[in-house]
Nanobody, 115 residues
Framework: QVQLVESGGGLVQPGGSLRLSCTASGFPFSRYGMNWYRQGPGKERELVATISVGGITNYADSVKGRFTISRDNAKNTVYLQMNSLKPEDTAVYYC?????????WGQGTQVTVSS
């Protein structure tokens, strides 16, 4: 079955950096686009970044120029490099894949940006 396992979250000061990882299993990873979402306190879940099979990336306006999504098909892993973090980036970050018309989510990893 599809499994997505995120890691790399934590507490960081404003202006700092974190790299999130999501390791996938149970499906042919290299054949699927992958996504990162986040849900801040009291907010709806929002799409942060996407990467296609061919490596084309897209970002939410709020993170453009600060976040970078990438993938390593040999490791079945998608990454989210987050730089210049702001308090408003505080959220639970989720890895996501749409496969066979079903949504699959990881368990989420907490990112807290605070001094």
């Amino acid at each position: 079955q599809v499994q997505l396992v995120e890691s790399g979250g934590g507490l960081v000061q404003p202006g700092g950096s974190l790299r999130l990882s999501c390791t996938a299993s149970g499906f042919p990873f290299s054949r699927y686009g992958m996504n990162w979402y986040r849900q801040g306190p009291g907010k709806e879940r929002e799409l942060v970044a996407t990467i296609s099979v061919g490596g084309i990336t897209n970002y939410a306006d709020s993170v453009k120029g600060r976040f970078t999504i990438s993938r390593d098909n040999a490791k079945n892993t998608v990454y989210l490099q987050m730089n210049s973090l702001k308090p408003e980036d505080t959220a639970v970050y989720y890895c996501h894949v749409l496969r066979s018309w079903s949504d699959y989510w990881g368990q989420g990893t907490q990112v807290t940006v605070s001094s």
